[in-house]
């Protein structure tokens, strides 16, 4: 049975193998060309996905490898996911640096998506607190890559969609907390005005910033959302508090049929959570878990969506070009095909090491659409006109339907990347974006 990404996109693999331990990456008996390695899936889109190839599954090569308690220094094995990082860290008074909106993703799918969160503002990109890698090439090498050796390389893989070579293990530099909650405060914003004045009078006193959009609204309403902000609290017991929190998680059973998600359903809830919240601003104190990854909570969610899966649109818009992202918004309305989990949030200016990466500094957004054929296809072509236009780029981890052209002006760089792809490393994704016509 194929593959799948996240959004419900099918693999082509000839065949796939489990990696357990880091001797079974020696039997390269396994890797028939192509090869890829695929952690836990969670990339949307085909970048995680190989034709006529092997897929090298990594998430059992989970182990711990060493952990400092004093500087919080942590060395892990590749297929790590972030929801065992955390239950081995939190208790001990530290976190991820940079997490984004899953949990279950394997730490070589961070560094090979070189991933981002809320605080981009603040920390930048996983990158930015990745001291070492190592790294294995087809031709049996293995690599300690880090800023200060095998240069290159590191900046090459830190990003590099896992094209350069299999991601063994890394080292991480963690943050310190002092409790297991989060002091959130939520806004209702009435537009993007609104948006841009609480995003900056946020960004100094707070590590988390971003904003749910309801991308169904238009005119002076256009950009609607509410605002999330929040900091980790101070106080408590880490470990007790820590331990209160396993949370209910329910599971959807079965594909949504198809007619479940249309204009006015969509409208219709974006209008419902949008004014759930009365006052203007709402104060609370939150779990981890509903703060960062709201939606792991729901298991298979992506069944909400049919058996057509769904497509992940995500841009970033140069900070000095509002007009191009208020534009985004409006022609997003008028298709009708909007999106009920739509994202707006602020890259800082802090560059990742990453030669790929893709956060610069400017708007990022994020929205979920089903996927229904061409009337997608047309609507995220008329969107990368407008993000080109205006100097941005899309996403890799989440892009199905992005031109060669359109990836090769939003990276302009690929060439120089393309030098440190190992020559049995392929994608779905990078063969498609790189071959014209």
């Not at 988390?208 to 509410?226: L, N, P």
């Not at 990368?384 to 890799?396: E, H, N, T």
């Not at 359109?406 to 071959?435: C, G, H, I, N």
Request: glycine share 10%.
């Amino acid at each position: 049975m194929p593959t799948e990404s996240w959004g419900r996109i099918k693999g082509q693999e000839r065949d796939s193998k489990f990696i357990h331990w880091r001797s079974d990456a020696n039997d390269m008996s396994h890797w028939k060309g192509p090869v890829l390695a695929h952690g836990l899936g969670r990339s949307y889109g085909d970048s995680c996905l190989i034709k006529d190839g092997t897929l090298l599954k990594m998430s059992e090569l989970n182990k711990l490898r060493h952990f400092d308690p004093e500087t919080g220094r942590l060395s892990c094995e590749a297929g790590l996911s972030i929801a065992d990082l955390l239950t081995f860290a939190i208790p001990r008074g530290w976190f991820i640096p940079v997490t984004p909106g899953t949990k279950f993703v394997t730490m070589g799918g961070a560094i090979a998506n070189d991933i981002h969160g809320k605080n981009h503002h603040r920390r930048g990109t996983i990158g930015n607190h990745i001291t070492e890698l190592e790294l294995m090439r087809s031709n049996g090498e293995r690599l300690r890559c880090s800023l200060t050796e095998e240069e290159a390389l590191f900046r090459a893989t830190i990003g590099g969609l896992g094209l350069t070579g299999l991601i063994l293990s890394c080292t991480l530099q963690l943050i310190p907390i002092e409790s297991a909650w989060i002091d959130a405060e939520m806004i209702k914003t009435k537009g993007l005005s609104d948006f841009f004045e609480v995003d900056r009078k946020s960004d100094k006193d707070f590590e988390y910033t971003v904003s749910w959009i309801d991308c169904m609204a238009q005119g002076e309403h256009g950009g609607r959302g509410i605002f999330i902000r929040g900091n980790h609290a101070v106080g408590g017991n880490i470990k007790k508090d820590y331990a209160k929190q396993k949370g209910f998680k329910v599971s959807v059973p079965f594909d949504a049929p198809g007619f479940t998600l249309n204009k006015l359903s969509i409208k219709a809830f974006n209008t419902a959570y949008y004014n759930k919240q009365f006052a203007q601003m709402k104060a609370t104190k939150q779990a981890f878990d509903p703060f960062f990854y709201p939606l792991d909570a729901v298991g298979n969610w992506n069944r909400i969506y049919g058996s057509a899966g769904l497509l992940q649109y995500q841009c970033i818009i140069p900070k000095d070009r509002i007009e191009d992202l208020k534009q985004l918004f409006d022609v997003i309305a008028k298709s009708g095909q909007g999106s009920f989990l739509g994202v707006l949030k602020r890259f800082g200016n802090i560059a990742s090491p990453g030669m790929m990466s893709f956060p610069v500094e400017g708007y990022t957004v994020s929205l979920d659409f089903k996927n229904i054929g061409k009337k997608s296809s047309e609507l995220f072509h008329e969107l990368d006109r407008i993000v080109m236009r205006a100097g941005g780029r899309l996403y890799p981890a989440k892009d199905y339907l992005m031109s060669p052209e359109t990836f090769q002006l939003s990276y302009p760089q690929w060439t120089e990347f393309a030098r440190y792809v190992d020559p049995l490393f392929e994608s779905m994704f990078w063969k498609r974006v790189t071959t014209r016509g």
